[in-house]
């Protein structure tokens, strides 16, 4: 790659070209007073670029500018530095424009003598302690203010004729340097960065523990065809390429450089190649999600006995530390590290098991190298130092590799067809390589073999890519061959145009394509995530394609389904990018005939999940209270129907559980003395001492609660201070968590549908009779509504047919069901431990109240004229209140007489006066133990 060199100079014009050019003049001839205030101008100029540096501004281009130079900024803001201007003299007429040409570097296009290469010069002699390799050589100014380039065969820097001055922009590994130099010879340099400063940056492979390899070499060994020598001496390397994501994502991780620094902040010396972009991410030279590969290098050292006493202090656990290595990037005066959490153990290398992929469809005259697949059993196959390719051996590989015109570059490392000849058919080629410890493993019994197949030259493949999809994650739920709900759920894009992409094509690859089609012929890719290759392999799981493309070849379109599905061993990410390409082969070469590439993105889901009223379940106005209205199961327990709290956008009635739902998660918050609570209670059919996570997939609902299996404990349930709070988590298909402001807790109260009753209460005051100061009370001098807006009854009642209706029947026609959920069996008005009081004088008066019996203080009597049947009191009490369960009487229709309704008779003691009315309250109580006050107020007549 060319360097650029920029130089706004005295009395010159700076040419830039599209390879990348310096232009200087050189002579100059100035006043010295104005070339001393432009100097101060351009200096200014410089610390502005350095304010902008310091900001995180990076530079995206660099031009001449008239007699400046001008800088474009990520943020499209610019610079612009002037320079020293003055009449152009007999040397400041043309200007020279450097380049490299051929590897050597180059004035006006002419090449000179002077030896060059490239970004990094000579590599040096790989093996002495701390010289892995010679550091790039950019061009730099002498002290005479003459350019000076790197002269590779003297090893040193050589002054050149070319004068530099003015303000200098060069071109260097990571961004550029602005020099300003004056008159005295002093320079000012400031380093302006071409991406993003690197803030952060985390090691995706580096969880196990490394090993920095070892081998050593005992003599000089010459391998391959070149000739090549692995010197003499003990060799290190890392165990592996590490894969590393930087942020911000901008930012040029091949300008840094990179060191694995032990906890002492010392320099293991396990050296790395310039950074790549993670090839399975992109194959441009940036990574558009961030994540690069450090290729592993090698270290020679000569004097093996001191290497081994060096490496042993290097790798040892310092301090006992388990981790003791961090990741160190450097670039300029910026360094950044990862934390000490790498590990790497020292292993002198092993057996090592190469294994190689097939090269498919490759093209005439295009150089191919090996790809390595797999290395097994061995993890010390980073220890292959180098290789070199030969031709398997057999006589009829030989004939078609001459056929085919096969060629394998002077090095061995790479190869090419040179002919046609060889289309749909294949080469065998064998992959030798040597060791860092001298191992050769070479010729076609004991060095791997791989295949390279020579494509079809009928056509070239084409590409598109389609608008970005960025979206919430809005899957919708599949049903079953009966129309049943399944655990899958599936997005489907709108349908994309292809009319660009097919009318590039021939008619032949036109038919190509939907043969293709047809036939299913196409390979998908997926890459992206932003956490490494995770999505590179994992396609199918449980016969769940995470994706389908869905071609039209009618209309030219495309659409895509993408599939959710919590049992996926993986599933697309929130708010991370991924490129899904799509490629369509020829059936029968495999020849790619077109490829489709789909960026997107998907974001949260809407909600479809909300809080309802159910037959037993209420919320609040605010829906952040559950009461819930169970039924007993013995007297510990009560049945919840958890289930009518909840419905989805899929669901008919709140009754059929919404196949979303199923992922409403419920958890206790363990809040103050929850914990006891929640003793004991029963959720989805499981035994739990406390509530932990549960969901609601598996909860039983029906018409008779006690196939319900939801339980809970049925203690306190009609005090306030014992509702606790619910963690109430929601994840979209099983997979993606809802936000608090999605699906908020609630507190959940087990409640009773008496505590809770909306009115209990008598409709009057009555009066009483003036002699035996009696009143008798039926349902119909009541108002009893339940929590639920169903009224219930204290009494037994009559039927239309003159039977006796029971109370227990007409309860449970309204919901009110006795023995589970409403009054205790056998509960009655006189036994619900009723209190009565007047007041006097302002005081509270209280007056006993006592039981009374049917025969004794109420008898049934019939009136045999009147044809009426009716409950006479018995003697009234001096000081209590009696109150007497009144029973229900059928009708005796042969006799004429009508059916009596159940009630209850109170009265009013003796000493009572008609001026002060009597309360009495009953305490209703439910199977829970939970009461209700029932207050009738009597007075006693004139």
């Known amino acids: ?162 004068i530099a001055g003015g303000a200098v922009a060069a071109q260097v590994k990571g961004g550029w340097n602005i020099t300003v130099k004056d008159e005295n010879g002093d320079e000012q340099t400031i380093f302006i960065p071409s991406s993003a400063t690197m803030g952060y940056m985390d090691v995706l492979n580096g969880a196990n523990p490394m090993r920095a390899l070892y081998g050593i070499n005992e003599k000089d060994v010459e391998y391959g065809p070149a000739k090549k020598t692995l010197k003499k001496g003990l060799y290190t390397t890392l165990d592996r390429d590490l894969q590393v994501v930087v942020n911000p994502q901008g930012t040029d991780a091949s300008a840094y450089s990179f060191s694995l620094m032990n906890s002492a902040n010392v320099d293991t010396e396990l050296p790395f190649k310039e950074a790549v972009p993670f090839k399975d991410v992109l194959t441009r030279a940036t990574s558009e999600n961030a994540v690069w590969v450090l290729p592993h290098d090698f270290v020679r050292y000569e004097n093996i006995d001191d290497a081994r006493t060096k490496n042993y202090l290097l790798f040892k656990a310092n301090d006992g530390a388990k981790h003791a290595l961090s990741l160190t990037a450097t670039l300029n005066e910026t360094t950044i590290k990862t934390p000490y959490d790498l590990s790497a153990q020292l292993k002198k290398i092993g057996e090592v098991y190469v294994g190689l992929k097939s090269l498919e469809n490759c093209a005439v005259n295009v150089d191919y190298t090996p790809i390595v697949s797999y290395i097994s059993p061995s993890v010390d196959a980073a220890a292959v130092y180098d290789y070199w390719i030969t031709l398997e051996q057999s006589a009829k590989n030989l004939k078609n590799a001459q056929l085919y015109g096969v060629e394998i570059d002077k090095e061995g490392h790479s190869f090419k067809f040179t002919r046609e000849t060889g289309v749909n058919n294949s080469i065998e080629f064998v992959y030798n390589y040597i060791l860092m410890d001298g191992t050769i493993v070479q010729g076609d019994k004991d060095a791997p073999h791989f295949l390279a197949y020579q494509r079809e030259e009928m056509a070239n493949a084409h590409e598109i890519t389609l608008e970005r999809l960025y979206t919430p994650m809005d899957a919708t739920v599949i049903l079953d061959a009966n129309k049943n709900y399944t655990n899958n759920y599936v997005l489907t894009t709108k349908a994309y145009d292809l009319t660009t992409l097919l009318s590039d094509m021939s008619d032949v690859e036109k038919a190509v394509w939907k043969s293709a089609i047809a036939s299913h012929s196409y390979k998908m890719d997926l890459i992206g995530g932003e956490d490494g290759a995770e999505w590179n392999t994992w396609w199918e799981n449980n016969n769940t394609l995470a994706c389908t493309p869905v071609f039209d070849v009618k209309k030219n379109t495309v659409t895509f389904s993408f599939y959710v599905n919590a049992d996926l061993y993986y599933n697309y990410k929130l708010n991370k990018a991924y490129q899904l390409t799509v490629t369509v082969n020829d059936e029968d070469t495999k020849t790619p005939v077109a490829s489709i590439i789909l960026p997107f993105e998907f974001t949260q889901p809407t909600l479809d999940i909300t809080r309802v009223n159910g037959e037993k379940a209420i919320w609040n106005d605010k829906k952040n209270v559950l009461s819930i209205y169970g039924d007993l199961v013995n007297e510990n327990y009560m049945y919840v129907p958890f289930y009518e709290a909840f419905t ?225 009191p018995g003697a009234t009490s001096a000081t209590n209140v009696i109150v007497t369960d009144l029973n229900a009487n059928e009708a005796i229709k042969a006799q004429g007489y009508a059916a009596v309704p159940g009630g209850i008779m109170i009265q009013l003691p003796s000493s009572i006066g008609t001026t002060e009315p009597v309360t009495i309250e009953f305490k209703l109580k439910d199977v829970f133990g939970v009461t209700k006050t029932l207050k009738v107020v009597v007075k006693a007549a004139k």
Not at 42 to 61: E, M, P, R
Not at 819 to 832: I, K, P, R, S
Request: glycine share 8%.
């Open 648 to 872: 989805t956008a899929y669901a008919t009635q709140y009754s059929k559980f919404g196949p979303s739902a199923r992922y409403y998660t419920l958890s206790n918050a363990y809040e103050d003395d929850a914990i006891l609570r929640m003793y004991n209670a029963k959720f989805l059919g499981r035994n739990y001492e406390l509530l932990e996570n549960v969901s609601l997939t598996d909860i039983v609902y029906s018409s008779k609660a006690a196939e319900w299996n939801t339980w809970a404990y049925a203690g306190y349930v009609n005090d306030e201070d014992y509702a606790f709070n619910i963690i109430a988590d929601y994840k979209f298909y099983g997979v993606y968590p809802a936000t608090k402001e999605q699906v908020s807790d609630f507190t959940l109260r087990f409640a009773s549908l008496l505590g809770d009753a909306k009115k209990v209460e008598a409709k009057k005051e009555f009066t009483s009779n003036n002699v035996t100061r009696e009143v008798v009370l039926t349902d119909a001098d009541f108002t009893l509504v339940d929590a639920l807006d169903d009224t219930f009854y204290l009494f037994d009642g009559v039927k239309a047919d003159g039977n006796v209706d029971k109370r227990s029947d007409m309860n449970l026609r309204q919901g009110f069901e006795e023995g589970t959920e409403g009054f205790a069996t056998n509960f009655t008005l006189a036994n619900a431990n009723a209190s009565a009081y007047y007041y006097k004088n302002g005081n509270k008066v209280a007056i006993p109240v006592s039981v009374g019996a049917v025969d004794t203080n109420a008898t049934f009597e019939t009136n045999t004229n009147t044809k009426t049947r009716a409950w006479v």
């Open 1 to 162: 790659m060319n360097k650029k060199f920029l130089s706004a100079v005295l009395f010159g014009a700076l040419m830039v070209s599209s390879t990348g050019t310096f232009v200087s003049c050189k002579d100059y001839d100035e006043d010295i007073d104005r070339i001393d205030k432009e100097l101060v101008d351009i200096k200014s100029a410089l610390s502005a670029l350095q304010a902008k540096v310091d900001a995180g501004k990076y530079v995206t281009n660099v031009v001449k500018n008239g007699d400046g130079i001008t800088v474009t900024w990520s943020d499209n803001s610019t610079s612009t530095i002037e320079t020293i201007k003055g009449d152009k003299g007999e040397d400041g007429k043309n200007g020279t424009v450097v380049t490299i040409i051929d590897g050597y570097w180059a004035f006006d296009g002419v090449k000179s003598e002077y030896p060059a290469k490239g970004d990094k010069g000579d590599k040096g002699d790989q093996g002495e302690p701390g010289d892995a390799a010679a550091a790039g050589h950019d061009a730099k100014i002498s002290e005479n203010g003459y350019w000076m380039v790197w002269d590779a065969e003297k090893a040193a820097y050589v002054e050149t004729e070319y």
